[in-house]
T-cell receptor, first 115, second 111 residues
Framework: GAVVSQHPSWVICKSGTSVKIECRSL??????MFWYRQFPKQSLMLMATSNEGSKATYEQGVEKDKFLINHASLTLSTLTVTSAHPEDSSFYIC???????????FGPGTRLTVL | KQEVTQIPAALSVPEGENLVLNCSFTDSAIYNLQWFRQDPGKGLTSLLL?????REQTSGRLNASLDKSSGRSTLYIAASQPGDSATYLCAVSGTASKLTFGTGTRLQVTL
């Protein structure tokens, strides 16, 4: 149980385009979903926390107008990178949380390359 | 602000050796601590989760300890195998279930 999927697993896009990444909890309803970014050979950095039906809470330094997060249901959250630039190239990982267990379950990640 | 540090940053050992990875955190007010494994270009695999009230957790050849008051955790890997080669991350859970990740230890187990 507690499986989280992400789609797509990798994406290559041109500079200036927008890219949407989906995160789904497959066999449970997640009270909270988290989005992380990981640059090569670095650790994961939390970008934002989202709860179903409410606005996401962004970490300091993360542009909310650039990284749009929608959490429409208890099993789906989306991250849209708007007007992507090469410096946005990174590995994006989502996780879904179960409040009762204070534990997060991670998706397999999405590799974004902006040309 | 919570900061998590892992030592060493990289480690290479011959197959069969026992090894210890270290994790330290600056704010002892945590709910739990997790150890993860990450293979190159892949997501995270949860290895062990220790609640703040616990001292250690074991799973197979892995044993993780937690000393919350001193802000330290160790991951012990017994009889290492080449398949254990990966990056190991520790993460602590604070308020609002947020995880703060450590810098990671890249482990290479050689034949």
């Amino acid at each position: 149980g507690a499986v989280v999927s992400q789609h797509p697993s990798w994406v290559i896009c041109k500079s200036g385009t927008s890219v949407k990444i989906e995160c789904r909890s497959l066999d449970f309803q997640a009270t909270t979903m988290f989005w992380y970014r990981q640059f090569p050979k670095q650790s994961l950095m939390l970008m934002a926390t989202s709860n179903e039906g409410s606005k996401a809470t962004y970490e300091q330094g993360v542009e909310k107008d650039k990284f749009l997060i929608n959490h429409a249901s208890l099993t789906l959250s989306t991250l849209t990178v708007t007007s992507a630039h090469p410096e946005d190239s990174s590995f994006y990982i989502c996780s879904a949380g179960l409040a009762a267990y204070n534990e997060q379950f991670f998706g397999p990640g999405t590799r974004l390359t902006v040309l | 602000k919570q900061e998590v540090t892992q030592i060493p940053a990289a480690l290479s050992v011959p197959e069969g050796e026992n090894l210890v990875l270290n994790c330290s955190f600056t704010d002892s007010a945590i709910y739990n601590l997790q150890w993860f494994r990450q293979d190159p270009g892949k997501g995270l695999t949860s290895l062990l989760l220790i609640q703040s009230s616990q001292r250690e957790q074991t799973s197979g050849r892995l044993n993780a300890s937690l000393d919350k008051s001193s802000g330290r955790s160790t991951l012990y890997i017994a009889a290492s195998q080449p398949g254990d080669s990966a990056t190991y991350l520790c993460a602590v859970s604070g308020t609002a279930s947020k995880l703060t990740f450590g810098t990671g230890t890249r482990l290479q187990v050689t034949l």
